[in-house]
């Protein structure tokens, strides 16, 4: 399906087609027309997460022609910015599609496990199909080339169009900010952000020049705990977990999130600051992305390198048991408490998490420990929000099981840490454009832009376009 403005065109052309108002799902369209041809790319393509009836959205027809699409880049391997990629192929993108190196791996694994549980979710509700199959991921994947930090690339290649660059976000391993020129004025697509200080990647670079930026707000109308706090505080919910002879569950984003956690685990482990108790990493796919996380040791900040080169393993520490098969995991269910559970998925709408929850949520000597952001709808944010009783797996479930939250293991920045990012590019950006949040976090963090730094932002809607020609 095509956008009735499509054709209108006068020199660079910005349409957002996800991830306006709403965290998830997020796809952007610049267009620009030079020497009377036209160049489309796009940024990211994911899926809407959070409600069942959210995710009933990305079966829709896209609202541009995949096939007039020159060029895909992709911020980072997260579902709600790649999620989509197999269907865009399939209806008909035959353009090259662009990450860093270990983006493109972590996409491979999350779109087939993706696949894998839509698959799954399809038999349940009796469809007859899914968005995408298997041969649409490895056609996607034949379409994916890998570009590193600065390496610039022109579309179309003879120029006249966009000159595009990876720029460090440190939200995850391998995430981008893309920068594009064009026109000579330079847009940035932040995607997603990271929360510094980092213990294993570099911090977000620093940006001084851009006209036109489109940013994250996830996190804009909060502020997050100090890492040194929430590392304290996974120390002691450990700590009181244990004393009582509980279950400690965990759900974790596969990517980095996981990686994070174990990595603070192993430090507590390490220096006697909790007991030995099993910990179980039940997710296959979290294991998997963390055999990529140790291949790709270049892209670690230098204090992780310091600690590989004193002979020290990541990821591994006396108690730690990763399960992949199912049977491994039914198993953890015979291991007396205290243990620690880490599963996925990190908002508990899938995974083996929500086994866990279901068997442990009822007993007060438990705890549930959120370290991620929860979508509205999703079971994790119902459990955040101290619900006495949830539906898990058909079955209603009482909720006396402690459930603590530490925001510090965000991988988003905070309200203070955006609005420092906007303020490093204020005296050059002509218009903000700010994204990828709920409606109250985004206008929040809006207002908050043009009350102190006087600068031109705005909260677009899904399908707005605005000509980037100021």
């Known amino acids: 399906m095509k956008n009735k403005n499509e054709n209108k065109i006068n020199g660079t052309k910005l349409t957002f087609?996800?991830?306006?108002?709403?965290?998830?799902?997020?796809?952007?369209?610049?267009?620009?027309?030079?020497?009377?041809?036209?160049?489309?790319?796009?940024?990211?393509?994911?899926?809407?997460?959070?409600?069942?009836?959210?995710?009933?959205?990305?079966?829709?027809?896209?609202?541009?022609?995949?096939?007039?699409v020159s060029g895909l880049f992709i911020t980072h391997a997260h579902l709600d910015h790649i999620g989509k990629v197999p269907k865009l192929v399939k209806d008909g993108?035959?353009?090259?599609?662009?990450?860093?190196?270990?983006?493109?791996?972590?996409?491979?694994?999350?779109?087939v496990d993706s696949l894998g549980i839509m698959e799954k979710e399809a038999r349940r509700d009796k469809k007859k199909r899914t968005i995408y199959s298997e041969s649409d991921v490895e056609r996607a994947m034949s379409q994916w080339e890998v570009l590193d930090y600065h390496q610039e690339l022109s579309l179309p290649a003879a120029g006249g169009g966009f000159k595009i660059n990876f720029r460090e976000a440190g939200h995850i391993m391998g995430s981008a900010m893309v920068e594009i020129e064009n026109k000579g004025k330079k847009i940035l697509f932040t995607g997603d952000l990271g929360n510094p200080p980092?213990?294993?990647?570099?911090?977000?670079?620093?940006?001084?020049?851009?006209?036109?930026?489109?940013?994250?707000?996830?996190?804009?109308?909060?502020?997050?705990?100090?890492?040194?706090?929430?590392?304290?505080?996974?120390e002691r919910t450990i700590e009181n977990t244990v004393r009582k002879d509980g279950v400690l569950m965990i759900p974790a984003f596969s990517l980095e999130r996981t990686q994070k956690l174990l990595f603070q685990i192993d430090d507590l482990v390490?220096?006697?600051?909790?007991?030995?108790?099993?910990?179980?990493?039940?997710?296959?796919?979290?294991?998997?992305?963390?055999?990529?996380?140790?291949?790709?040791?270049?892209?670690?900040?230098?204090?992780?390198?310091?600690?590989?080169?004193?002979?020290?393993e990541?990821?591994?520490?006396?108690?730690?048991?990763?399960?992949?098969?199912?049977?491994e995991s039914k198993a953890i269910n015979n291991v007396p408490p205290p243990k620690i559970i880490i599963a996925g998925?990190?908002?508990?709408?899938?995974?083996?998490?929500?086994?866990?929850e279901l068997r442990y949520l009822p007993d007060r000597k438990n705890t549930l420990l959120l370290i991620g952001y929860q979508a509205a709808g999703s079971l994790g944010r119902m459990l955040q929000e101290r619900m006495k009783s949830v539906r898990i797996l058909g079955e209603t479930v009482s909720v006396r099981a402690r459930v603590e939250n530490i925001r510090g293991y965000s991988a988003h920045p905070d309200?203070?840490?955006?609005?420092?990012?906007?303020?490093?590019?204020?005296?050059?950006?002509?218009?903000?454009?700010?994204?990828?949040?709920e409606p109250k976090s985004s206008l929040f963090f809006t207002q908050r832009l043009r009350d102190y730094l006087g600068v031109n932002a705005m909260v677009p809607k899904i399908g707005d376009s605005f000509e980037l020609n100021v």
Do not use: W
């Open 270 to 312: 390490e220096h006697g600051r909790i007991p030995r108790v099993p910990i179980f990493l039940d997710s296959p796919l979290a294991i998997k992305a963390t055999k990529i996380y140790k291949k790709y040791q270049r892209y670690y900040n230098e204090n992780a390198k310091d600690i590989i080169r004193s002979g020290d």
């Open 415 to 437: 309200m203070n840490q955006l609005f420092d990012f906007v303020h490093n590019t204020a005296d050059t950006v002509k218009k903000v454009f700010v994204v990828q949040g």
């Open 345 to 356: 998925s990190g908002m508990s709408n899938g995974g083996r998490i929500i086994h866990h």
């Open 314 to 327: 990541l990821f591994q520490f006396p108690g730690l048991k990763m399960t992949i098969a199912t049977e």
């Open 198 to 234: 980092n213990p294993l990647l570099r911090d977000m670079e620093k940006v001084t020049d851009i006209d036109f930026l489109v940013i994250e707000s996830t996190y804009g109308d909060r502020e997050h705990e100090k890492l040194s706090g929430a590392k304290l505080k996974l």
């Open 93 to 111: 993108f035959r353009g090259k599609i662009f990450s860093t190196p270990p983006t493109r791996d972590f996409a491979k694994l999350m779109l």
């Open 17 to 68: 087609y996800g991830g306006a108002q709403e965290v998830t799902g997020s796809n952007y369209l610049l267009e620009t027309k030079s020497n009377g041809q036209k160049t489309k790319i796009l940024i990211d393509c994911g899926l809407v997460q959070g409600t069942k009836i959210s995710e009933d959205k990305n079966d829709d027809p896209f609202l541009y022609d995949p096939s007039s």
